[in-house]
Nanobody, 121 residues
Framework: QVQLVESGGGLVQAGGSLRLSCAAS????????AAWFRQAPGKEREFVTV??????????DYADSVKGRFTISRDNAKNTVYLQMNSLNPEDTAVYYC????????????WGQGTQVTISS
């Protein structure tokens, strides 16, 4: 059974940092594309960042709103994907989801349950 389990969310003040983790079981991140999405209250789920299947830190894309502040990475030995978030602001408040897909596919097939991130001003 495939599972993605996010952790690391919480409440921090504006300007602070958080690191989210997404641990996988039943699949191997090193063979898949991985991504983070987020959904703020009353808004649609939006793309945050993707790490494609080309090494641990290569071939990434970021939403303009997080570029320069967020970093996605992968630890193959731990089968875990991370999202380092710095310089957080209240607009980053959302439920953050990790997702995985087969390389070359457009469909994000596997999703975690989400972790809440709340930034206070």
């Amino acid at each position: 059974q495939v599972q993605l389990v996010e952790s690391g969310g919480g409440l921090v003040q504006a300007g602070g940092s958080l690191r989210l983790s997404c641990a996988a079981s039943g699949l191997t991140f090193s063979t898949l594309d991985a991504a983070w999405f987020r959904q703020a209250p009353g808004k649609e789920r939006e793309f945050v960042t993707v790490l494609r299947l080309r090494g641990i830190s290569g071939n990434t894309d970021y939403a303009d709103s997080v570029k320069g502040r967020f970093t996605i990475s992968r630890d193959n030995a731990k089968n875990t994907v991370y999202l380092q978030m710095n310089s957080l602001n209240p607009e980053d408040t959302a439920v953050y989801y990790c997702a995985a897909r087969f390389a070359g596919s457009n469909a994000w097939r596997y999703w975690g349950q989400g972790t809440q991130v709340t930034i206070s001003s």
